[in-house]
């Protein structure tokens, strides 16, 4: 899932604004997948494997967040993008 126009995700600021960036869930869940993108450098490229160990640790900590994420605000009817 891509984050949505206007959205400061993973360093990159994207253009245009359509999303309620206001909600603390969805910075959350954008943030996360910013991590996650910036970590998988450490898998593909570490020499050190405690700190391979730990990105891999990170990744899957923050993706079960992200879905616990999507899950709330599920519960809450309403989704990560607005229409």
Do not use: C, R
């Amino acid at each position: 899932m891509q984050p949505p126009a206007g959205v400061w995700a993973g360093g990159v600021l994207v253009a245009g604004l359509d999303f309620a960036f206001h909600d603390p869930f969805v910075i959350g869940h954008f943030h996360h997948q910013g991590g996650i993108a910036m970590t998988h450098d450490q898998i593909d490229n570490g020499g050190y494997q405690p700190l391979v160990d730990l990105a891999q640790q990170i990744i899957d900590i923050q993706t079960a967040e992200m879905h616990e994420i999507e899950q709330l605000l599920d519960a809450k009817g309403e989704s990560l993008l607005t229409e």
